[in-house]
């Protein structure tokens, strides 16, 4: 063919493309404006009062007329037990629409009164484990399952996932969430995200932000430093946020620096929307903030539950001019705009009906995936097939947690204890056994701390078993069914085996079993620390265990100002700085029992031949991995990055990681991973900026974040520096400031 020919042909498909491209833009652009255009008129027929009711929740049920009322209960009794609905105006044709918990899986009522139909939802694994799995996609396959879950049952925004960082190991909501490192944080998020809203439903990413422990969430100040916000606390959620666009945001309980989250506009304008590009609505956590017009002024769009006097105190701030119905009007426009994205809105046939089973299937195989080899001396596991099986453990020894208690628990049908799991897997279960099983279980929830004592520590009775099961010669394995980690220091060397099974849902038996028996090779990796001991975690300043009288839970120690008086109560200093977990460890050479990114399997693996670059703003790495064992299994591939020592950095950052399809014995792939060379920068809060300096970077190809295979170094050419508004600043000099290690060692 001639050079005319071809190049007339590229221009008319440019020209194709390029009228394709631009009509399609001009669709969505026409479609955006008129749906402007249809809120815009909505609002303009909104009376004042009904404008300061739509931002507030249904659990206030102040009302203009009965019909008002006869519609929020309509729209409440439409699913029972999800967690909080919007007004509906149903004279301007605006539905109600119904938003429900959580994490774990779809939190509804199962029964409903005279009615025989049940309405169970699946218990999928908690969020510890599915970031154990390192593996976006098993984490969007199961988003895609419990999204169908939301549609099926007509729900349309469900308030997952929660994503804030494990700063230390007794938060009670650590099994919502993924990582003390903000990328598993945020790629974790991100994925949970497009699964959920594949199907047309909407997600709430939670708890904006630094909502780091549980005492006294509703009246403590999170202080952190802006440094410290930027790459760890914030991160995950600008990850989210970018990479997925979740529907809305939910903020969290806690003051940060100063103003509570859903009243600092620093935080939801300037950093969420102006920065990030958040398009969506945001909504308070239930009861969350106290100064309702401060709220609507800083965008936080929604208030749940709602109470009557924040719909009192909205309205009298614009009659008294201190809030301008202008921002009022943006609140409402963002709530209307989901509202117009719903299956409710879009008039959605949903069946009740959604295939438990074949969620079922997901929540087990994917719990496989997440369930962490800690050890596994001479090859215990996986047992002999029909092995005689001894379990020990606390009343019931068979009973296992499919998940945490409060807002991330599922009403599921069932959840497979341990005697089941096993002898459905072909086990006996027998006193004489040579093979011990010690199940460690403990539960967790919203509202409470964990403990050191009984909790992160084994209690006397389980250091007992573990003992007793050895010096009676039996093989040791033991199990740790539990949402947060716990101290293994002092007695895994009592152990032939060690598996970490985190809440792994409503299959929980079978998921222990199947790696047990080794129907399921381990592939997940420790994303969290753990730690030596507890008195070794960085973060001291948490939530003291002797708490002041009054002090016990969540909602205790009220009050309308906000005080500075009991450290850890009123407030927190987070003065680790970017010190969170592994951060610390690897820095300042602290020991730890199990490192951050650890994970066994029953089969080995070699990994040759790494490279990495820069190349056009991007950074590009490669490496070949072998199954060289003797069984089918998954390799995670962790990439971290080790700045120079000195320059006052962790020495080692997680940028990457990627986790193999199954490799057959014998058989290798290349494992390619990319991510942009912005990401070298840190934090400069001097100059507001994220900066990397112009130079040689390492990047070390790790097994864990202990423990490095290979190093190769990128040279960034040009400096990097990309400014941000300097904002959310601690206030007066109440916090204590810069970071210094010295404290913590
Ligand atoms: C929790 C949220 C939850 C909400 C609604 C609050 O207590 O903190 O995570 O989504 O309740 O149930």
Known sequence: MKASKISTIVIVVALCFAAGYGIGRLITSTAEDSEDKKITSIISQMTLEEKCHYVIGTSSRKCESDQELEDILAIKRTVPGVAGTTRPISRLGIPGILLADGPAGLRINPTREGDENTYYCTGFPVGALLASTWDPAAIEKVGE?????????????????????????????????????????????????????SNGVGTSIKHFAANNAEINRLFSDSRVSVKALREIYLKG????????????????????????????PELLQTVLRDEWGFKGMVMSDWGGGQHPRLQIAAGNDLIESGKDWQYEDVLAAVKDGSLS??????????????????PRYNGYEYSSKPDLEAHAAVSREIAGQGVVLLKNEGGVLPLEEGAAVKVYGRNNPYKLYAGGTGSGDVHKTHTI??????????????????????????????????????????????QGWISEAREAGKKVVVVINSGGVIETASW??????????????????????????????????????????????????FPAMELPEGVNNSFYRESEVQLHEVPNVDYQDYIEGVYVGYRYYTTFNVPVSYPFGYGLSYTTFEMSDYKARISGGTVKASVTVKNTGERAGRKVVQIYLSRPEGCGAPVRELKAYAKTAELAPGESCTVELKFPAADLASFD????AWVAEAGDYTLSLCEDSATELAAATVKLGKTYVK?????????GDLFIGTYDPEKLL
């Open 723 to 731: 400014k941000v508004a300097d904002v959310l600043h601690t206030e």
């Open 237 to 264: 959620f600008e990850i989210a946020v970018k990479e997925a666009q979740p529907w809305t945001v939910m903020t969290s309980y806690n003051y940060l620096n100063g103003p509570y989250t859903s009243e600092n």
């Open 685 to 688: 809060e001097a100059s507001s």
């Open 492 to 541: 895994k060397d009592k152990a032939d085996a060690i598996v970490m099974a985190w809440m792994p849902g409503q299959e929980a038996g079978h998921v222990i079993a199947d790696v047990l028996s080794g129907k399921v090779n381990p592939s997940g990796c420790l994303p969290e620390t753990f730690h030596e001991s507890y008195e070794a975690v960085p973060a001291q300043n």
């Open 417 to 462: 204890y341990l005697d089941e799991g096993l002898e459905a897997a072909g086990f006996t279960l027998n006193d004489d056994a040579d093979i011990a099983v010690i199940n460690l279980r403990r539960q967790a929830g919203e509202g409470t701390d964990r403990h050191v004592a009984d909790d992160f520590n084994l209690t006397e009775a389980e």
């Open 145 to 197: 399952a419990m999204g169908n879950e939301v549609l099926e049952y007509g729900v349309d925004v469900l308030l997952a996932p929660g994503l804030n960082i494990k700063r230390n190991p007794l938060c009670g909501r650590n099994f919502e969430y993924y990582s003390e490192d903000p990328l598993i944080v945020g790629k974790s998020a991100a994925a949970m995200v497009r699964g959920v809203q």
């Open 325 to 342: 119905e202008e921002a009022l009007d943006k609140c409402v426009a963002r709530i209307l705009k989901l509202t117009m994205k719903t």
